[in-house]
C-alpha cells in the first residue's frame, strides 16, 4: 500500500500544473520506513530545483523529522547550487531563525546565473520575508555583480519599490535607464549606473 502511495507523488510531481489533485489522494499514514524517506527524498529534489508549490506537502510529510533530513543535507550542498536556497528557504520555515535567510542571500549572490528560478527565489520568496529596506539593500548589493537580464531587472524593482513606497511592476524610465547602462560591457557606465542608485538609496534613507 505504501508503494502506492509514492507512485501517487511521483505521479502528481510529474503531472501537468491543470491536472494536479495537491495530493488529496494521498494517505501519510500509509508511508513508512524507507518508502517514506524515499518520497521525502523525492520531495525534496524538486524543492530543491524551485517547485515552491510542494513545500507545504514536504513540511507535513517531514513533520518531526525535518531537522534530520534539512540541515544534513544543506551541509552537503555549496552555496551555488540550487538547493541551497530552497532548503535554507524551508530550514527558516521550521525555524524562524534569521541565518538561515542569510544563507538564502548567499545562495541567490554566489548562484547560478544560469538558473531562472533564482529570479523567483528573489522576487518572490526573499521579497516576502524580508522588509522593504533591507530587501532592497539586498538588491541593490545583488547588482553591483549581477548579470542575468531577468535578475537584473527583479533587482531594480526591489530598490524602485522601496524608494517610491508602491509595487510596481514596470520600471519608470529613469530605472529603464539604469537597467540598459548595467547590460553594458563597460565599467564606467555600470559604476554610473551602480552610483546612481546608491545615491538614491542614501537620499532615502535620510
Keep these: 500500500m505504501s508503494r502506492s502511495e509514492l507512485d501517487k507523488i511521483a505521479a502528481e510531481i510529474n503531472a501537468h500544473p491543470t491536472e ?15 518508502e517514506r524517506a524515499q518520497a521525502i527524498e523525492l520531495l525534496l529534489d524538486n524543492v530543491e530545483e524551485g517547485a515552491e508549490w510542494l513545500l507545504e506537502f514536504t513540511e507535513n510529510l517531514l513533520g518531526d523529522d525535518w531537522r534530520r533530513f534539512l540541515e544534513g ?3 552537503r550542498l555549496e552555496r ?3 538547493g541551497y536556497i ?3 528557504y524551508m530550514l527558516y520555515r521550521f525555524t524562524g531563525e534569521d541565518n538561515y535567510i542569510e544563507r538564502m542571500k548567499d545562495g541567490i549572490f554566489y548562484g547560478d546565473r544560469s538558473w531562472d528560478m533564482r529570479r523567483s527565489a528573489l522576487g ?22 549581477e548579470t542575468s537580464r531577468q535578475v537584473i531587472k527583479t533587482a531594480l524593482l526591489g530598490v524602485c519599490n522601496y524608494l517610491y513606497s508602491r509595487d510596481q511592476k514596470n520600471l519608470p524610465e529613469e530605472f529603464e535607464i539604469i537597467r540598459k547602462m548595467l547590460l553594458l560591457d563597460s565599467d564606467v557606465e555600470r559604476a554610473s549606473a551602480l552610483n546612481r542608485i546608491h545615491g538614491l538609496m542614501k537620499t532615502k534613507k535620510a
Aim: net charge positive.
Design 20 to 34: 494536479r489533485q495537491y495530493f488529496d489522494n494521498v494517505n501519510l499514514t500509509n508511508l513508512v520506513g524507507e
Design 73 to 75: 543535507r544543506l551541509e
Design 80 to 82: 551555488s547550487e540550487h
Design 86 to 88: 530552497y532548503i535554507s
Design 124 to 145: 518572490r520568496v526573499l521579497k516576502r520575508i524580508l522588509s522593504p529596506m533591507n530587501y532592497a539593500i539586498f538588491c541593490a548589493k545583488l547588482l553591483e555583480v
